[in-house]
């Protein structure tokens, strides 16, 4: 099984040129692994011995869906009450160390690769009783039910359980591990983890509604976002809202692979945030 990166803090010395890849535009946001520093860490009410990286989150005018948090959970910390928004779903995806993780009453150890999802209002708590740190990306988004449509359950899986979908006409060389039936409707959104082997491409700029985070866990390669191709690697991370056109090319030597988020499977709102018009 590969190995994850996931972000150590620390500060560059002040020897270290400022020039960096970081950049901020109207479709997309880039943040190289360079920016995850000590003095950017967040701290979170009912989490003990935890710091964050906060990469994403709503925002007016650009990405409305998500945010997304690269966590960091010292040895005994975690949290009893780790979420004060009931109308919250979210996925937990660990890259280094382990956790317990309680789910409505139900047990779970994860290690590297654990995946969780987490429905809304569901009751659950997080521990590290180990003797290292743990470290995760935590998802959320509010739940946007569908009449007739029951509410998916929890559930607690880990990458190595779950074959790749190699896209059509690849030869394997675009593969992507879904955690979840991308024809259960259920689901308003989904997480899941894209692996391109050496020579592997997105041959068109992929466009569409679907707003992306995408982290990148292994590899390298150069990503294009909007008008502009960008040299990514391990530790990077790419903020897309709705529309950013987007295509890669995988420079090797090994897999090329990350982290994606997309909003899915429910109708454009017409009213309230993101919409037009007076809310409902």
């Known amino acids: 099984m590969t190995d994850y990166y996931a972000p150590r803090g620390g500060l560059p010395p002040q020897t270290q040129l400022m020039t960096g890849r970081a950049v901020f535009t109207e479709s997309y946001a880039f943040l190289p692994k360079g920016v995850f520093s000590d003095i950017v860490t967040s701290a979170l009410p009912g989490w003990s011995h935890t710091r964050l990286w906060l990469i994403a989150r709503p925002m007016s005018g650009f990405s409305e869906t998500f945010s997304q948090y690269v966590m960091e959970v010292a040895p005994g910390g975690g949290s009893d009450a780790p979420d004060p928004e009931s109308g ?16 409505d009453g139900q047990e779970h150890d994860l290690g590297p690769g654990g995946y969780a999802y987490i429905p809304a209002g569901c009751r659950w708590r997080l521990k590290n009783a180990k003797h290292e740190p743990a470290r995760f990306h935590w998802v959320r988004k509010l739940y946007e039910p569908a009449a007739g449509i029951a509410p998916p359950a929890p559930f607690v899986t880990n990458e190595r359980e779950i074959k790749p979908i190699a896209m059509p006409d690849t030869e394997g060389k675009w593969a992507t591990t879904r955690f979840v039936d991308p024809g259960d409707v259920a689901h308003d959104m989904h997480v899941n983890i894209v692996t ?34 960008v040299e990514v690697e391990a530790g990077d991370f790419m903020w897309l809202r709705a529309y950013c056109p987007q295509a890669c090319y995988a420079a090797g030597p090994g897999p090329f692979r990350y982290l994606l988020y997309k909003d899915v499977n429910r109708h454009a709102k017409l009213r309230g945030p993101g919409a037009f018009g007076p809310p409902a």
């Open 88 to 103: 919250a779903e979210s996925v937990i995806f660990l890259t280094h160390g382990e956790i317990w993780l309680s789910l």
């Open 196 to 229: 391109f082997q050496p020579g592997g491409l997105i041959p068109f700029e992929e466009t569409h509604v679907m707003e992306h985070g995408l982290y990148v866990l292994e590899g390298k390669a150069v990503y294009k976002l909007n008008r502009d191709w």
